[in-house]
T-cell receptor, first 115, second 111 residues
Framework: NAGVTQTPKFQVLKTGQSMTLQCAQDMNHNSMYWYRQDPGMGLRLIYYSASEGTTDKGEVPNGYNVSRLNKREFSLRLESAAPSQTSVYFC??????????????FGSGTQLSVL | QKEVEQDPGPLSVPEGAIVSLNCTYSNSAFQYFMWYRQYSRKGPELLMYTYSSGNKEDGRFTAQVDKSSKYISLFIRDSQPSDSATYLCAMRSGGSYIPTFGRGTSLIVHP
């Protein structure tokens, strides 16, 4: 059982280049998320998708776009990368219940450097 | 002021010590409280969760919530080098499934 799979694991871009981070989950979860993690800043939500066909902005959406391709896949696109987007990116998924046992399952991350 | 405050550390302790990790929060609507553990170069994993106030114990780990003070804690007894990781607190209201995370505390347990 793979859980949440992210690709690529590492990427170096030049300023202005574009790229797409891919994420897939095999747990039949309703919701999927993209976070970035920077030293001293914790996890910050970029975008999330409550269900197939819907997406919503999180705390730091500027400079990013997302696509919920189907229930399994949620991609994050940087159209014109900037050095400020150098970070570790995590995809996550969850059932999106409001019960006590609701939890996020995270992928192993993508380390992105923008030069 | 962020909704959830957490000292980033690092916190360095000797093996066998009792560790106390803490978070404070400002949103009184938070009802569900979680601790995630993140090893280096890995994604976070849920360690424990509690609902409302009180204590919850799981092996060497105890999670404590004091809603009156808006303060949560994670205690680790008999700490081991394998406990070295970043611990992130997270919390959410009953009407939401999306948690708000603290910045995480880096814990180092040295032999």
């Amino acid at each position: 059982n793979a859980g949440v799979t992210q690709t690529p694991k590492f990427q170096v871009l030049k300023t202005g280049q574009s790229m797409t981070l891919q994420c897939a989950q095999d747990m039949n979860h309703n919701s999927m998320y993209w976070y970035r993690q920077d030293p001293g800043m914790g996890l910050r939500l970029i975008y999330y998708s409550a269900s197939e066909g819907t997406t919503d902005k999180g705390e730091v959406p500027n400079g990013y776009n997302v696509s919920r391709l189907n229930k399994r896949e949620f991609s994050l696109r940087l159209e014109s990368a900037a050095p400020s987007q150098t970070s570790v990116y995590f995809c996550a998924s969850s059932e999106a219940s409001r019960g006590a046992n609701e939890k996020l399952f995270f992928g192993s991350g993508t380390q992105l450097s923008v030069l | 002021q962020k909704e959830v405050e957490q000292d980033p550390g690092p916190l360095s302790v000797p093996e066998g010590a009792i560790v106390s990790l803490n978070c404070t929060y400002s949103n009184s609507a938070f009802q569900y409280f979680m601790w995630y553990r993140q090893y280096s170069r890995k994604g976070p994993e849920l360690l424990m969760y509690t609902y409302s106030s009180g204590n919850k114990e799981d092996g060497r780990f105890t999670a404590q919530v004091d809603k009156s003070s808006k303060y949560i804690s994670l205690f680790i007894r008999d700490s081991q080098p394998s406990d070295s990781a970043t611990y992130l607190c997270a919390m959410r209201s009953g009407g939401s499934y999306i948690p708000t995370f603290g910045r995480g505390t880096s814990l180092i347990v040295h032999p």
